[in-house]
Structures are given as C-alpha cells and as structure tokens.
Nanobody, 115 residues
Framework: QVQLVESGGGLVQPGGSLRLSCAASGSMFAIAVMGWYRQAPGKQRELVASITPGSIINYADSVKGRFTVSRDNAKNTVYLQMNSLKPEDTAVYYC?????????WGQGTQVTVSS
C-alpha cells in the first residue's frame, strides 16, 4: 500500500508563490509517474503537471512558465513550485502516483489565491 501526503497549501495573494510537496511511502515511487492535479469548485479534476521517473515533464498550458514540477527519488518526494499565482489557480491540489496496475491519490491540499 502506498500513502501520499501533500503539504504546502495555503492562502496567497495574486502574484505570490507557494511550494507544494508530496511525500510517498512504499517502494513504488522510483518507478511511478508522479502527477499534480487540481479541482476547483464545480469543475472537473485536471492535470497540472506530471513527471516520469526519468524526469520527462508535462505541464498544462495554463501553468506553463509559472509552475515547476520536480522530484527527489532519494526522498520519495515530488514538488510543485507555483509562481505568479492567479485567482484562477484556486483549487484543491492532489498528488497522484501511477505505476503498472497501480494508482494512488493523496488527500489534497487547498490553495487559495485571493487579495
């Protein structure tokens, strides 16, 4: 069983920055594609960024140039650095780990961008 624990969410003003972390238990982290998703009220969950074990990265168009995803395989942790935050970035952010025949979700962390 894999557990994912997100942290780093909070309230920030427009233009500000936050760094989310997702710590994974278990041994599958090294082979997992790690993803950050978000879900705003009344909207579907959407992919924000993903990173493969070999650090191939994919971003949603809406966050390109503002968000940076990274992973530390030694710490079983994936990060999402979010800069130039906008009110439309407000959502619950979820960490996801995918490996063959396995998929796990964290509990989510709230990010609110408001003045």
């Amino acid at each position: 069983q894999v557990q994912l624990v997100e942290s780093g969410g909070g309230l920030v003003q427009p233009g500000g920055s936050l760094r989310l972390s997702c710590a994974a238990s278990g041994s599958m982290f090294a082979i997992a594609v790690m993803g950050w998703y978000r879900q705003a009220p009344g909207k579907q969950r959407e992919l924000v960024a993903s990173i493969t074990p070999g650090s191939i990265i994919n971003y949603a168009d809406s966050v390109k140039g503002r968000f940076t995803v990274s992973r530390d395989n030694a710490k079983n942790t994936v990060y999402l650095q979010m800069n130039s935050l906008k009110p439309e970035d407000t959502a619950v952010y979820y960490c996801n780990a995918q490996a063959p025949r396995q998929s796990y979700w964290g509990q989510g962390t709230q990010v609110t961008v408001s003045s």
